[in-house]
Structure formats: structure tokens, C-alpha cells
């Protein structure tokens, strides 16, 4: 539960810094933000996965980067449902899950990445003179 947080308020900052930069993607208060990033999270959780092994074929062609359009589909599918998130069409979508997407690699190196999500902590002790595990 607490990676699923963590990984939630990532992909919130993102979403807000894609609301401040890619036109047509409008988040009209907090609790959309909130609402938005957490429900983002399960359908990335639900619905993606399914979509990811449907187009596997397309995604191999494209290198990868079908991924794009696969989270930015995501992205118009959470917009669908919450009434103070609006992405007019699908390139707002594109982009803004491309911002989403950099946000969350760079958050990454600081939060332990996926699949923890979670930050890390390495203890060691001494075992003997000059070992340590």
C-alpha cells in the first residue's frame, strides 16, 4: 500500500507539472489532482496490462514506444471519468503522458523505482575485523 502512495503522488507531481505545460490538460483543484493520480494508478494497475499484451505485436514493431500512446490512452481514460480533468483530445494525452512518464523516471532514482516503489534503506554490520554484510 505504501508503494502504491508513493507511486501515486509521483504520478500526481507529474500530472500537475503536464497541466502547467502541455496545452489542453486542465486539472481544476487538488482533489482532482488527487483523485486523478490515484485513479490513474489503478487503471495503470488494471486495464493497462491488458492493452500492453493485446498490442504486443505493435509495441515490438514500434521499439517500445507504442508505450507512449498506450499511457496517454490511460491518461483520456481517467479525464473520462473526473469532471475537473480535461485533456481535449488525444495528443494533450500523448504529451502529457510523455511529461508524466519523465517525472516519474526521474522520481525513480530518488524513491527506489519500480517495482518497489519505495525507498530503500541497506543496513551493515561488522562480521569481523574488516568484513562487513
Do not use: C
Amino acid at each position: 500500500m505504501e508503494g502504491f502512495l508513493i507511486r501515486a503522488v509521483v504520478v500526481g507531481i507529474g500530472l500537475w507539472i503536464a497541466s502547467q505545460i502541455v496545452a489542453g490538460v486542465e486539472i481544476h483543484s487538488t482533489q482532482t489532482l488527487i483523485a486523478a493520480a490515484l485513479l490513474l494508478g489503478i487503471v495503470n494497475a488494471f486495464v493497462r496490462p491488458i492493452l500492453i499484451v493485446l498490442t504486443f505485436p505493435i509495441t515490438l514493431v514500434t521499439l517500445g514506444f507504442f508505450l507512449l500512446v498506450i499511457n496517454g490512452l490511460m491518461i483520456e481514460l481517467v479525464a473520462s471519468f473526473l469532471k475537473g480533468f480535461i485533456v481535449t483530445g488525444f495528443w494533450p494525452a500523448f504529451f502529457a503522458a510523455i511529461v508524466v512518464s519523465l517525472t516519474s523516471w526521474v522520481m525513480s532514482g530518488w524513491i527506489g523505482g519500480p517495482p518497489k516503489g519505495r525507498i530503500d534503506v541497506v543496513t551493515m554490520r561488522k562480521v569481523g575485523p574488516g568484513r562487513w554484510e
